[in-house]
């Protein structure tokens, strides 16, 4: 579980091991109580495949949710009635399509791209097979302290792309790094800085819109060893110095910044299966390391194992076979 700035309880639940006639009920009851009250439906339920891992700050709720199967979710004028969540939704989609049926029609969203939606306003969503999305729950209270806004009336479209949108795609990468091991540094009121600089264009000199873009082109530079406080700086707009103060207000300096970032991708490569053919020092090179050796102390140093270890412990990895076998 990652170490995050505000304590976070962390909740995984799946159908895999629940019975085939039970797992759509299970998965609308878990839905239900943790997130939003849904009513959930598929063609063949029997067959439903879900996963989830809610993260729960004070004011936020994050979440990694996968369903490989289609699912049909639905909430009512009734249930929210009966239930009002009094919360915000942004759903960024990483794989798989949703259809979005809504008062103007019928919107298909697609990896790379933001669903806003206000969870007190009816709407009926389908999930494609291979579904998976990163959602970010905000309470109403705390929508409106950072962008103004009461309510949402109608949903909201936005690209979270590369070259696109640098503060969504900034959110959505801070909304993936309260997953990842180690200390991710995500905390409720960075997200909400974000969520406000989404909302607020005109605010383009607030430092957060800044903090954002800076993010954002570092963490699509991390294989290129000579990115520095400059070019960084440079891509932004502003002045070292100013970026210095920017990222130093967030908790980080630009090097432990970066450091950062290459060591949780180095991690997360060394963990997925689809880069078991590189070696730790391709992988090191990737990731914007010029010295193995360095990249091997700086890893070890950050997580308290070698990336050998993670390599050896990663999910279909002969040493990983072979321990399972021995089990």
Same mark, same amino acid.
């Given at each position: 579980?990652?170490? &995050?700035?505000?304590?976070?309880?962390?909740?995984?639940?799946?159908?895999?091991?629940?019975p085939?006639?039970?797992?759509?009920a *299970?998965?609308?009851?878990?839905?239900?109580?943790?997130?939003?009250?849904?009513?959930?439906?598929?063609?063949? =339920?029997?067959?439903f495949? #879900?996963?989830? %891992? *809610? &993260?729960?700050?004070?004011?936020? &709720?994050?979440? *990694?949710?996968?369903? =490989?199967?289609? &699912?049909?979710?639905?909430? #009512?004028p009734?249930?929210?009635?009966?239930?009002?969540?009094?919360?915000?939704?942004?759903?960024?989609?990483?794989? #798989?399509?949703?259809?979005?049926?809504?008062?103007?029609?019928?919107?298909?969203?697609?990896? #790379?791209?933001?669903l806003?939606?206000?969870? +007190?306003?009816?709407?009926?969503g389908?999930?494609?097979?291979?579904? @998976?999305?990163?959602l970010?729950? %905000?309470?109403?209270?705390?929508?409106?302290?950072?962008?103004?806004?009461?309510?949402?009336?109608?949903?909201l479209?936005?690209?979270?792309?590369?070259?696109?949108?640098?503060?969504?795609?900034?959110?959505?990468?801070?909304?993936? +790094?309260?997953?990842? =091991?180690?200390?991710?540094? %995500?905390?409720?009121?960075?997200?909400? @800085?974000?969520?406000?600089?989404?909302?607020?264009?005109?605010?383009?000199? *607030?430092s957060?819109?800044?903090?954002?873009?800076?993010?954002?082109?570092? +963490?699509?530079?991390?294989? +290129?060893?000579?990115?520095?406080?400059?070019?960084?700086?440079?891509a %932004?707009?502003?002045?070292?110095?100013?970026?210095?103060?920017?990222?130093?207000?967030?908790g980080?300096?630009? =090097?432990?910044?970066?450091?950062?970032?290459?060591?949780?991708?180095?991690?997360?490569?060394?963990?997925?299966?689809?880069?078991?053919?590189?070696?730790?020092?391709?992988?090191?090179?990737?990731?914007?390391?010029?010295?193995?050796?360095?990249?091997?102390?700086?890893?070890?140093? @950050?997580?308290?194992?070698?990336?050998?270890?993670?390599?050896?412990?990663?999910?279909g990895?002969?040493?990983?076979?072979?321990?399972?076998?021995?089990?």
């Amino acid at each position: 579980m990652p170490m &995050l700035m505000t304590p976070a309880t962390a909740t995984t639940f799946s159908t895999l091991e629940l019975p085939p006639d039970d797992r759509i009920a *299970h998965w609308q009851e878990h839905l239900s109580q943790s997130l939003l009250e849904l009513q959930c439906r598929s063609l063949k =339920p029997a067959e439903f495949l #879900g996963t989830t %891992v *809610h &993260l729960q700050l004070t004011h936020t &709720l994050l979440s *990694h949710i996968k369903t =490989p199967t289609p &699912l049909v979710i639905e909430r #009512g004028p009734k249930m929210i009635r009966q239930d009002a969540a009094d919360a915000i939704v942004l759903q960024f989609v990483l794989a #798989g399509e949703v259809f979005v049926f809504h008062d103007e029609g019928i919107r298909t969203v697609r990896p #790379g791209q933001l669903l806003v939606c206000d969870a +007190d306003q009816p709407f009926i969503g389908g999930f494609s097979a291979g579904y @998976r999305e990163l959602l970010l729950k %905000v309470s109403r209270h705390a929508f409106q302290q950072s962008t103004g806004l009461e309510r949402v009336d109608a949903p909201l479209f936005k690209s979270f792309a590369p070259r696109h949108c640098a503060v969504a795609r900034s959110l959505a990468e801070r909304v993936k +790094d309260a997953f990842l =091991p180690g200390d991710g540094q %995500v905390s409720d009121a960075e997200l909400l @800085r974000l969520v406000g600089a989404i909302w607020r264009p005109d605010a383009e000199a *607030h430092s957060s819109t800044y903090l954002a873009r800076a993010r954002s082109f570092i +963490d699509s530079q991390l294989g +290129d060893d000579r990115m520095c406080a400059a070019t960084i700086a440079a891509a %932004v707009g502003i002045s070292p110095r100013h970026l210095s103060r920017i990222l130093s207000h967030a908790g980080e300096t630009v =090097p432990q910044y970066v450091l950062r970032r290459r060591l949780d991708t180095a991690r997360n490569m060394l963990e997925h299966r689809s880069y078991a053919s590189m070696t730790i020092g391709e992988i090191a090179t990737r990731c914007g390391f010029r010295s193995s050796a360095y990249f091997s102390t700086a890893f070890t140093t @950050r997580f308290g194992l070698r990336p050998s270890d993670i390599r050896r412990m990663a999910p279909g990895s002969r040493a990983s076979s072979r321990l399972s076998q021995t089990a």
